[in-house]
T-cell receptor
Framework: DAGITQSPRYKITETGRQVTLMCHQT?????MFWYRQDLGHGLRLIYY???????DKGEVPDGYVVSRSKTENFPLTLESATRSQTSVYFC????????????????FGAGSRLTVL | GDSVTQMEGPVTLSEEAFLTINCTYT??????LFWYVQYPGEGLQLLLK?????DKGSNKGFEATYRKETTSFHLEKGSVQVSDSAVYFC??????????FGQGTTLQVKP
């Protein structure tokens, strides 16, 4: 969807390196999410944000850091990448102006495929 | 905790065949239920949703009915096309409103 841009689309890195995945929305939706997609696990929530400067942990937050200094950007950082973090990462946004229960109709970015060697 | 279980894939069908992808859930309360679809190389898109028991969600010829008594939300389509080949995810909104996804079911439709 043209409203969400993820970068890079593909990244290969080495164990121990820091990696940042970017997510940018052209709208001003309040809720933004980071998921990882792995075979046999479906999508699992890493972190989410209800608004600028408000973030919260999801199901699998360990090893990841997020920030949201501006409404339109929600970067995900792997401070010291591990092989278990090899995955496809999806950013998603929820509808503005509603609480989380109303933000569950999500629009997803195209994904960032990360390989950690 | 809340969870979603989908039938194992891949599912391979011939064009115009009938499709069923099973989805069952475990949840406290009364969650909303969703089907998302992921086409190759893309992110997920909402396919349909149902917010209460006996609701039927429908879109693009796909249907799913929220069955509280069997805790199920099976996806059906009467006649699949090659363009329906994708990965389908069942999901529910948990008590906090966050989405919980199943593991996904790959559908391959052959001409």
């Amino acid at each position: 969807d043209a409203g969400i841009t993820q970068s890079p689309r593909y990244k290969i890195t080495e164990t121990g390196r820091q990696v940042t995945l970017m997510c940018h929305q052209t709208w001003s939706h309040s809720y933004m999410f980071w998921y990882r997609q792995d075979l046999g696990h479906g999508l699992r929530l890493i972190y989410y944000s209800a608004a600028a400067d408000i973030t919260d942990k999801g199901e699998v937050p360990d090893g990841y850091v997020v920030s949201r200094s501006k409404t339109e950007n929600f970067p995900l950082t792997l401070e010291s990448a591990t092989r278990s973090q090899t995955s496809v990462y999806f950013c998603a946004i929820g509808v503005s102006g509603q609480d989380l229960s109303g933000a569950n109709v999500l629009t997803f970015g195209a994904g960032s495929r990360l390989t950690v060697l | 905790g809340d969870s979603v279980t989908q039938m194992e894939g891949p599912v391979t069908l011939s064009e115009e065949a009938f499709l069923t992808i099973n989805c069952t859930y475990t949840a406290t309360g009364y969650p909303s239920l969703f089907w998302y679809v992921q086409y190759p190389g893309e992110g997920l898109q909402l396919l349909l949703k149902a917010t209460k028991a006996d609701d039927k969600g429908s879109n693009k010829g796909f249907e799913a009915t929220y069955r509280k008594e069997t805790t199920s939300f099976h996806l059906e389509k009467g006649s699949v096309q090659v363009s329906d080949s994708a990965v389908y995810f069942c999901a529910l909104s948990d008590s906090t409103g966050k989405l919980i996804f199943g593991q996904g079911t790959t559908l391959q439709v052959k001409p």
